[in-house]
C-alpha cells in the first residue's frame, strides 16, 4: 500500500507561471513533510519542508502548503523558470515509530521557455 | 556536491558476478540508507543504518548485502542478481533517522544482463 502519493507523472508549465505540484497521504501519522528535487543523472536534493504544526512554509520561490484534514500537501513554484525542470518527490515521516522517509513517484517538471 | 560520494557510478554486470557499491559521507551523519530507484516506482527504502548498527532490512533479498564498517562508509554487496534488480541505487545520510532532511549521493545506475 502507498502511503505517499503523486498523482501526476508529469507537468509542463509556461516559464513565468506558478507550478503547483501535489501529493497525497495516507498515514495519519505522519508529521513531518518535505520536498525533493532531482535531476537526471543526480540524486534528490532536499528543497522545502513543512512540520504539521503550520500549514505554510515559504522559501524564496517555493511555497509548501499542508491541508491536514485532507491529507494532501502541494509545492508551489511562482514564477516557474527552465531551470525548476526536474523531478520531484513528495516524501513524509512520523517521529512516533520511528518511521523513516517515505517518498512519492514523483511527478516530471517541464518548464516551458 | 551533497557531501555523499557513491562509486561506480554506472555499473553493468552479469547474472553470475559478485559486484560492490560504496557510499562515503562526510557530513558527520549519524544514520545511512540505501534506497532502489525503479522506473516509474517510488523510492524504496532497502536498509538503514544508525550508528553503524543495521536497524532495518525492508525485506530485501538476501542476494543484496549491506555492510557498515563506520559511521561515514557504506557498502552493498552483489551477488546473483537477476535483470529486474536494474535500478538506480542511491545512498543517503541524515544526521538522525527521524525528522531530518537526509542527503543523497548521486546513484549507482546498476544494469543486470
Known amino acids: 500500500d502507498q502511503q505517499v502519493k503523486q498523482n501526476s507523472p508529469s507537468l509542463s508549465v509556461q516559464e513565468g507561471r506558478i507550478s503547483i505540484l501535489n501529493c497525497d497521504y495516507t498515514?495519519?501519522?505522519?508529521?513531518?513533510f518535505l520536498w525533493y528535487k532531482k535531476y537526471p543523472a543526480e540524486g534528490p536534493t532536499f528543497l522545502i519542508s513543512?512540520?504539521?504544526?503550520?500549514d505554510k512554509n515559504e522559501d524564496g520561490r517555493f511555497t509548501v502548503f499542508l491541508n491536514k484534514s485532507a491529507k494532501h500537501l502541494s509545492l508551489h513554484i511562482v514564477p516557474s523558470q527552465p531551470g525548476d525542470s526536474a523531478v520531484y518527490f513528495c516524501?513524509?515521516?512520523?517521529?512516533?515509530?520511528?518511521?523513516?522517509?517515505?517518498f512519492g513517484q514523483g511527478t516530471r517538471l517541464t518548464i516551458n521557455p | 556536491e551533497t557531501g555523499v560520494t557513491q562509486t561506480p557510478r554506472h555499473l553493468v554486470m552479469g547474472m553470475t558476478n559478485k559486484k560492490s557499491l560504496k557510499c562515503e559521507q562526510h557530513?558527520?551523519?549519524?544514520?545511512m540508507y540505501w534506497y532502489k530507484q525503479s522506473a516509474k516506482k517510488p523510492l524504496e527504502l532497502m536498509f538503514v543504518?544508525?550508528?553503524?548498527?543495521?536497524?532495518e532490512n525492508n525485506s530485501v533479498p538476501s542476494r543484496f548485502s549491506p555492510e557498515c564498517p563506520n559511521s561515514s562508509h557504506l557498502f552493498l554487496h552483489l551477488h546473483t542478481l537477476q535483470p529486474e534488480d536494474s535500478a538506480l541505487y542511491l545512498c543517503?545520510?541524515?544526521?538522525?533517522?527521524?525528522?531530518?532532511?537526509?542527503?543523497f549521493g548521486q546513484g549507482t545506475r546498476l544494469t543486470v544482463v
Open positions: 543517503a545520510s541524515s544526521q538522525e533517522t527521524v525528522l531530518t532532511e537526509a542527503f
Open positions: 498515514n495519519s501519522m505522519f508529521d513531518y
Open positions: 513543512i512540520s504539521s504544526i503550520k
Open positions: 516524501a513524509a515521516t512520523a517521529v512516533q515509530g520511528a518511521q523513516k522517509l517515505v
Open positions: 557530513l558527520g551523519h549519524n544514520a
Open positions: 543504518y544508525n550508528f553503524k548498527e543495521q536497524t
